[in-house]
């Protein structure tokens, strides 16, 4: 079957760094999404990897490794805002997307 | 950047009767959009896919009596919960492909309904 693994939740202080690692096993792989979702609300777009390596956006970088279906998410310079669950979904073979089912970071000032 | 409009955010209703949740594209054209479920503290589960002229896809489980999807234009998707229970109580997602990234093919979700059946 298709999984995709990530930490259930996670703390982390106000202005520290923090990594979000999701594993992956997929038939096939066309992409590995990562996406914010604040509660109650509906999930925002943050990062696409589909290529070994880290994928720099401001604060938030992803890396992907494909060889080890492993991908993770690194929040640094952390706020307040930043609380939210973060969502690892792969792209399978038939470009179908697969959720995990997503890790709630807890800021603490 | 593109925004999926999705009405209405909060609906509580009785056991029995019928809601009706619409999904608009803005500014773009969706020949395709998404309904996920999500239920608390879960993933988001894809229930079906709607395709603009045509019947929508649904996923293995998904009843389609049920949960009925209408996308009569390219910029509207609806998603009627049919006689609806307490177990149907849920936040439904709406998304539609709007480009992106090296054809990364980036959904953009709307803000959501959440669904309360009494």
């Known amino acids: 079957g298709q999984n995709i693994d990530q930490p259930t939740e996670m703390t982390a202080t106000e202005g520290a760094i923090v990594q979000i690692n999701c594993t992956y096993q997929t038939s096939g792989f066309n992409g590995l999404f990562w996406y914010q979702q604040h509660a109650g609300e509906a999930p925002t777009f943050l990062s696409y990897n589909v290529l070994d390596g880290l994928e720099e956006k401001g604060r938030f970088s992803s890396f992907l490794s494909r060889s080890k279906g492993y991908s993770y998410l690194l929040l640094k310079e952390l706020q307040m805002k930043d609380s939210a669950s973060y969502l690892c979904a792969v792209k399978d073979s038939n470009y179908q997307l697969i959720w995990g089912a997503g890790t709630k970071l807890i800021i603490k000032p | 950047g593109a925004v999926v409009s999705q009405h209405p955010s909060w609906v509580i209703c009785k056991s029995g009767t019928s809601v009706k949740i619409e999904c608009r594209s803005l500014d773009f054209q969706a020949t395709t959009m998404f309904w996920y479920r999500q239920f608390p503290k879960q993933s988001l589960m894809l229930m079906a896919t709607?395709?603009?002229?045509?019947?929508?896809?649904?996923e293995q489980g998904v009843e389609k009596d049920k949960f009925l999807i209408n996308h009569a234009s390219l910029t509207l998707s609806t998603l009627t919960v049919t006689s609806a229970h307490p177990e149907d109580s849920s936040f439904y997602i709406c998304?539609?492909?709007?480009?992106?990234?090296?054809?990364?093919?980036?959904?953009?979700f709307g803000a959501g309904s959440r669904l309360t059946v009494l």
């Open positions: 709607s395709n603009e002229g045509s019947k929508a896809t649904y």
């Open positions: 998304s539609a492909r709007t480009g992106g990234e090296s054809g990364a093919n980036v959904l953009t």
